[in-house]
Nanobody, 123 residues
Framework: QMQLVESGGGLVQPGGSLRLSCAAS????????MYWVRQAQGKGLEWVSA???????YYTDSVKGRFTISRDNAKSTLYLQMNSLNYEDAAIYYC?????????????????WGQGTQVNVSS
């Protein structure tokens, strides 16, 4: 059974950092692109970042230079290092897998989702 389990969310002050993790199981993790998608309270889904099977990375403009996506295929784990966090980054962050090999064209494309981890930014 395919499973994605996120961890690492929490409360951070503006300018702070968090590292999200996503433990994957039930599928061949190394063979798939992986994604981070977020949803702020009262707003729609927003694609944040993607990583391809060779480690190539992709980011939405608002997080470029601040967030870093990475993967450890030996551990079947996806990461998102988030630095210089601001109020607009507060959201539930989801780890996701889609049946495509490209950046998402729609944030709802993924067919498998984790339960999400909450990131709050507050002074």
């Amino acid at each position: 059974q395919m499973q994605l389990v996120e961890s690492g969310g929490g409360l951070v002050q503006p300018g702070g950092s968090l590292r999200l993790s996503c433990a994957a199981s039930g599928f061949s993790f190394r063979d798939w692109w992986m994604y981070w998608v977020r949803q702020a309270q009262g707003k729609g889904l927003e694609w944040v970042s993607a990583i391809d099977t060779r480690g190539g990375t992709y980011y939405t403009d608002s997080v470029k230079g601040r967030f870093t996506i990475s993967r450890d295929n030996a551990k079947s784990t996806l990461y998102l290092q988030m630095n210089s966090l601001n109020y607009e980054d507060a959201a539930i962050y989801y780890c996701a897998k889609a049946s495509v090999d490209r950046p998402l064209r729609d944030p709802s494309e993924p067919d498998y989702w984790g339960q999400g981890t909450q990131v709050n930014v507050s002074s």
